[in-house]
T-cell receptor, first 110, second 115 residues
Framework: KNEVEQSPQNLTAQEGEFITINCSYS?????LHWLQQHPGGGIVSLFM???GKKKHGRLIATINIQEKHSSLHITASHPRDSAVYIC????????????FGTGTLLAVQP | DAGVIQSPRHEVTEMGQEVTLRCKPI?????LFWYRQTMMRGLELLIY????????DSGMPEDRFSAKMPNASFSTLKIQPSEPRDSAVYFC?????????????FGDGTRLSIL
């Protein structure tokens, strides 16, 4: 069983829809990243959070430490949001190590 | 801010050849990470450095892989000899490790193809 699991693996949405991507983890963490990767492109860190909720534009990330669960929401989705979204957890303690989920491939159709 | 700079962006070479990937972290960052991304396994940590010292190299696949960080502004990942199964995108990332967690900043990656 992977230490970081994402769902769904693939998601197709119509432009304007509200989108939710989920991430569950089984290890102790000090923080959680949501990353975005466009096809053939680099990786961009969208959020890093260790509690509560963060918002940036149309993107919202939440985390529940007790339930070991995080969600990434996209409001009013747009075709340019089409990308792979990757959840990664920063292992707690002295290490500075990220463990990655397998990613969610999002396609937003016009 | 120049961001994390990786070179080359693309590398195609024949199996058995030595491959050297390069990374310049963001100035002031004291942690550097090498990752590999494949379709089958996704993103995997290969090795990371704190203050130029290798901390965890448990992700390095085998002795053919080696990484160095001779100073705070430069790191290399070397594969010798290369094999077709090493074909992947290799990312370098850096962050500042201080009293609180800081996000990692990724380079654009090196797409490596071993023929």
């Amino acid at each position: 069983k992977n230490e970081v699991e994402q769902s769904p693996q693939n998601l197709t949405a119509q432009e304007g829809e509200f989108i939710t991507i989920n991430c569950s983890y089984s290890v102790g963490i000090s923080a959680l990243h949501w990353l975005q990767q466009h096809p053939g492109g680099g990786i961009v860190s969208l959020f890093m959070l260790s509690s509560g909720k963060k918002k940036h534009g149309r993107l919202i990330a939440t985390i529940n430490i007790q339930e070991k669960h995080s969600s990434l929401h996209i409001t009013a989705s747009h075709p340019r949001d089409s990308a792979v979204y990757i959840c990664a957890v920063l292992i707690g303690g002295a290490t500075n190590k990220l463990i990655f989920g397998t990613g969610t491939l999002l396609a937003v159709q016009p | 801010d120049a961001g994390v700079i990786q070179s080359p962006r693309h590398e195609v070479t024949e199996m058995g050849q030595e491959v050297t990937l390069r990374c310049k972290p963001i100035s002031g960052h004291n942690s550097l990470f090498w990752y590999r991304q494949t379709m089958m396994r996704g993103l995997e940590l290969l090795i990371y450095f704190n203050n130029n010292v290798p901390i965890d190299d448990s992700g390095m696949p085998e002795d053919r892989f080696s990484a160095k960080m001779p100073n705070a502004s430069f790191s290399t990942l070397k594969i010798q000899p290369s094999e077709p199964r090493d074909s992947a995108v290799y990312f370098c990332a850096s962050s500042f490790r201080g009293g609180s967690n800081q996000p990692q900043h990724f380079g654009d990656g090196t797409r490596l193809s071993i023929l």
